[in-house]
Every structure is written in structure tokens, then in C-alpha cells.
């Protein structure tokens, strides 16, 4: 593959849903042996207009060139023929199935209807060497670290083929030994002359990576930047329009100590070892943590997702945490870590999405008002800036922000009394982040507990008013007035007994 020669061109590209215009006359240009960027806010169109380049959605107008030609990809297969692979922020492969059968999944090389299984191995092996992958060609899928997971994706991209490889939010699950490895990867594949469209809201690893960088903007490109050009503000200002202000940290409201959650001994079978914590209204109770140290299996038991072995759950001294359905009546919601999963119907509309967790609100005796459903739903998109604000669109269409606004507007559309969030701005970018610690600031002043799990440091300490720190299925270390630093609550996550901050 020869560098610096244009690979893919993208030309006036259109798209409206409903109406509604997704996409503006975008224009796109990759070369061969790029790593090119592409940043937005949720809903600015970058995951419409990489459906078209991938055939999953048809252009309303505009033209695609590969290698200068002109080429109409009507579905995936166009696509991959043109040397296209795609691979996503949720994984396409299958964990029952090992690294060469997911690689040859619907592509199975047979001779006389037998299947040549020794081949194809000794293929996949062949391509490992060739790219310096760290992968067995036997592994179950489910026996892989997340990291390798994401080289087989790539692998199975590359074993076809693949002039470009788009790579949608790459990084969300890996942790950051994991991401040092894709990074080598990539600028592995880069050296080999492929072109890369790196999809990204983390700006660090879009300046390291990227040798360009295309910013979108509802639906618009507003500006491409070479590498020199990157910088925080100019990004940032470019992707939402005006410049974000980090306001100095302060409390969030007064404490409302009329409110009080409290957890006591809680043991949840090898995770929780007596974890103690204790929230009031009008606070946001920020958790830290390593994964596995128990911060979501906490909140879940809270939450009365998850049954806990012994200890106690108590809200102005009555018992919680027994179902979701009480926790629902008691007005406590939770966003979880996982939104497409768990916290969203993805084939249902945003409508229905809102209607779930307020059926008492909509419903007079067995009846749903669908008027008021649909009032209902066109509060919440107005009032959480959903887009687009149509509310008959599949919650499963919508961007990852986006998506999180609908989970977010079917509580705040409750008159909630407590709110736990897990990871809640996870995928999503800053002009999103603000938007949701805005809400959490203003359901804090109407009084309401906010107990958020977080990995991210910088917003752990950012939005928290109070941090506690687990360690190993117990609260390890508090930072009462929340104003920890990233390194303090780090070692503390660690289990190193630092000064600052108080023993739990």
C-alpha cells in the first residue's frame, strides 16, 4: 500500500431521518498510512456518516471515491469488497468461538463442503507473525482480556483484506497497559500503509495518534487540523461552539439531612466485605475504585438489582434494596455502567424509553395515557437537549450521548430522591459531560442524593462533593470535603494508606 496517496474521499454527503438532517454536505478525505481523527459531540453525525462509508445506511446525496474511483456501498458487503472493515465500540465477536472461527465467521473456507480447518488456522497464525499480534489462534474469545479481544477484531479486519480500519471509540474498555498495546498496534498498521479512522472523544489519544484531525459539528465539518493544530482549546471550542470554563470547585448545595442513605456491613458474595457508606440529600457522593473493588455491585445492591448476603440498606431508617420495583416506588433510579445493555430498550423509541420509569405517572388504572406519554417524552427531550428531538426515533439509533440522555430523562422526568449513576459520562463527549454534571448539580439542589461511581479521575474529583475510595470490597479511604487529587485517590484505590483524607 503506498503512503500519503488519498485512500477514501467523501464528497457533499447528506442524511435526514424523519425530516430531521443528521448529516450537511461533509466532506472527508483519508490517505493511505494515516491515522486520521474524528472528533464531535454526541450527535454532531459521526456515527451516521461512518454507517455510510459502511454501507449500514444509504446517502440521501453526496459521492464516495476509493482510490479516486467512484463507488456506490449500499451494504456492508460493498464495503468490504472496497476494503472497508468497521469495528465498533461494542465487539462483534462471538465468546463461544475461537480466535480463527470468528475470524472466518460466515466467510468459511471449504473444499467439497469440507471444512478446511488446519488452512485456515495456519492462516490466522501467519497473519499474527505478520502484524506482531499477541493472540493464539485456538483462544476462546471469552477467555481474552479485553484488549485482546480488540487485536482479534483487527485481525479479522486485516485477514480480508482491509485498506481502512475505522475504529469506534477503541479504547472505552481497555485499561491503560491495554491501550498502550492497541496504540503499538495501530502504528503498526500505519507503517504498513492502512489507513485508520480513529473515532474518539479522548483528546490525548487522538493528538498522539492522529496525523490529521476532522471536527464535527451538528451535522457539519467545522474544520480539519493537522497534528501541530491540536490543542485542548481549539478542539473543544471547535466541537461545541464556545470555550467550557472549569469553574472553581464548590459544594454543590447544603446538605439536606432529612435525607440519609445508609449502608451498614454489606457483603455481596466475594466482592463486598462489610462496606459501609452513608449519603444525604442535597450531595454529590462521588465512589472510587479499581475494577473489582466492589463500586458497582454496591450500587447495584442499593439499587435492589442484586440481592447482598447479610447488612443492611436503610433510607430515613427503612429498609431498601429489595427489588427494583420498590426502589422504583421509593423514587430511587440508576444509570448503568452499561447503557445499551441495561438501561435502554434499544428497538423501542425514546417515548416508550421515557414511559418505562414512569408508568405510575402515565397509567389511570390499567390504561396508559398516551398523550401523556408523548407530553411526557417532549419535556424530556427539550429539557435534556435529546437529538434528534423527534420522540418516535429507536432509542438504539441514537448516538452514545444521546442514548445516555434518554437513560438520564427517564429518571430526572421522576421527582427522584436518590439517583445512583455508574461510569455515567463513559463514551460520551465534554460538551455531554457538562450537560450531565449539570443535571446532577441541579437534582443535588432540589435536595436529592447523588451517589456516582466513577473511573474517571480528573471527574471524580471534578463534580464530587464528598469521595469515598474502595479497596478490595470495603470503603478504604474518605476525602470529606471532596478536594483530593487524582494521585491521592489512585494510591488510595491502591490500597496505600496516604495522608490526606480520612480512614473509612
Not at 221 to 238: H, P, R, W
Not at 385 to 404: H, T
Request: with cysteine.
Amino acid at each position: 500500500m503506498e503512503k500519503n496517496k488519498e485512500l477514501l474521499r467523501a464528497e457533499g454527503v447528506c442524511k435526514q431521518f424523519g425530516g430531521v438532517p443528521v448529516l450537511q454536505n461533509v466532506d472527508l478525505e483519508i490517505e493511505y498510512g494515516e491515522v486520521h481523527a474524528l472528533m464531535g459531540e454526541n450527535g454532531a453525525g459521526k456515527s451516521t456518516l461512518i454507517k455510510i462509508i459502511t454501507g449500514v445506511f444509504t446517502k440521501d446525496a453526496g459521492e464516495i471515491f476509493i482510490d479516486g474511483k467512484h463507488v456506490e456501498i449500499h451494504n456492508r458487503k460493498d464495503a468490504a469488497l472496497h476494503g472497508i472493515q468497521v469495528i465498533y465500540q461494542e465487539l462483534s465477536l462471538i465468546p463461544a468461538l475461537s480466535v480463527t472461527e470468528n475470524i472466518f465467521l460466515g466467510q468459511e473456507d471449504t473444499k467439497l463442503r469440507v471444512l478446511q480447518k488446519k488452512g485456515m488456522k495456519e492462516r490466522v497464525a501467519s497473519l499474527i507473525e505478520h502484524y506482531g499480534f499477541e493472540l493464539d489462534p485456538d483462544a476462546i474469545v471469552e477467555t481474552m482480556g479485553m484488549a485482546q479481544r480488540q487485536m482479534a477484531e483487527i485481525l479479522k479486519a486485516l485477514a480480508f483484506k482491509a485498506k481502512l480500519i475505522i475504529m469506534d471509540e477503541p479504547t472505552s474498555a481497555l485499561s491503560a497497559a491495554e491501550s498502550e498495546k492497541l496504540f503499538d498496534r495501530i502504528n503498526g498498521l500505519r507503517d504498513r500503509g492502512v489507513g485508520i479512522l480513529y473515532i474518539s472523544h479522548r483528546l490525548e489519544e487522538v493528538y498522539r495518534l492522529s496525523d490529521r484531525l476532522t471536527v464535527m459539528r451538528d451535522g457539519k465539518i467545522v474544520g480539519v487540523l493537522n497534528k501541530d493544530e491540536i490543542n485542548a482549546q481549539t478542539v473543544t471550542s471547535m466541537m461545541i461552539g464556545h470555550e467550557i470554563k472549569q469553574e472553581k470547585k464548590v459544594r454543590t448545595t447544603d446538605l439536606n439531612t432529612d435525607r440519609c442513605l445508609e449502608v451498614k456491613d454489606l457483603c455481596y458474595k466475594t466482592i463486598l466485605k462489610g462496606a459501609n457508606i452513608t449519603a444525604y440529600g442535597g450531595e454529590i457522593l462521588g465512589i472510587g475504585g479499581l475494577v473489582g473493588s466492589g463500586r458497582t455491585e454496591l450500587i447495584r445492591c442499593i439499587y435492589g438489582a442484586e440481592k447482598p448476603d447479610s447488612g443492611s440498606i436503610t433510607y430515613n431508617g427503612k429498609p431498601i434494596g429489595g427489588s427494583v420495583g420498590k426502589s422504583i416506588k421509593m423514587n430511587i433510579g440508576l444509570v448503568p455502567e452499561d447503557r445499551r445493555t441495561q438501561g435502554f430498550i434499544p428497538l423501542l423509541s425514546i417515548e416508550k424509553n421515557i414511559a418505562i420509569a414512569n408508568q405510575d405517572r402515565l397509567s389511570s388504572s390499567w390504561f396508559i395515557s398516551g398523550r401523556k406519554e408523548a407530553e411526557l417524552a417532549d419535556a424530556a427531550i427539550r429539557d435534556y437537549d435529546i437529538r434528534p428531538p423527534k420522540r418516535s426515533i429507536q432509542v438504539g439509533n441514537l448516538s452514545g450521548g444521546n442514548q445516555q440522555k434518554v437513560v438520564l430523562g427517564k429518571w430526572l422526568s421522576r421527582d427522584l430522591e436518590v439517583l445512583l449513576l455508574d461510569e455515567p459520562t463513559l463514551g460520551v463527549d465534554i460538551g455531554v459531560k457538562e450537560d450531565i454534571y449539570g443535571y446532577m448539580r441541579q437534582l443535588a439542589r432540589k435536595g436529592a442524593i447523588i451517589i456516582m461511581v466513577s473511573s474517571d479521575l480528573a471527574e471524580l474529583t471534578y463534580i464530587s462533593d464528598r469521595i469515598l475510595v474502595m479497596h478490595e470490597g470495603i470503603v478504604f479511604k474518605e476525602f470529606p470535603d471532596g478536594n483530593a487529587t487524582q494521585t491521592e485517590v489512585l494510591l488510595a484505590a491502591s490500597g496505600e494508606d496516604i495522608e490526606g483524607g480520612v480512614p473509612a
